[in-house]
């Protein structure tokens, strides 16, 4: 790995671990601190395989969501008989 490769790849990872960190005090102080660990994330994934396994699950969690709107619901049950 060359010189420079390695410096970007602990700027990736310094940044996106401080972004993290301060999404993590965000989500008790005033701010968008879901938008800032989704974003920091996606800084990490670009160097660390659990990142990037987070970042798949996510995606593919968002996709099923997704999907699961698109289907109508089931019909309502019909009444039960009346038992006489």
Same mark, same amino acid.
């Given at each position: 790995?060359?010189?420079?490769?390695?410096?970007?790849? !602990?700027?990736?990872?310094?940044?996106?671990?401080?972004?993290?960190?301060?999404?993590?005090?965000?989500?008790?102080?005033?701010?968008?601190?879901?938008?800032?660990?989704?974003?920091?994330?996606?800084?990490?994934?670009? #160097?660390?395989? !659990?990142?990037?396994?987070?970042?798949?699950?996510?995606?593919?969690?968002?996709?099923?969501?997704?999907?699961?709107?698109?289907?109508?619901?089931?019909?309502?049950?019909?009444?039960?008989? #009346?038992? #006489?």
């Amino acid at each position: 790995m060359s010189a420079r490769r390695r410096i970007q790849r !602990w700027f990736a990872i310094g940044g996106g671990g401080a972004l993290l960190l301060v999404g993590v005090a965000l989500l008790v102080l005033p701010g968008p601190g879901v938008l800032v660990i989704l974003f920091a994330m996606s800084i990490l994934a670009t #160097e660390l395989p !659990w990142a990037r396994a987070y970042q798949d699950k996510l995606r593919a969690l968002l996709r099923l969501r997704r999907m699961r709107k698109s289907i109508p619901p089931p019909p309502p049950a019909p009444p039960p008989p #009346e038992n #006489e």
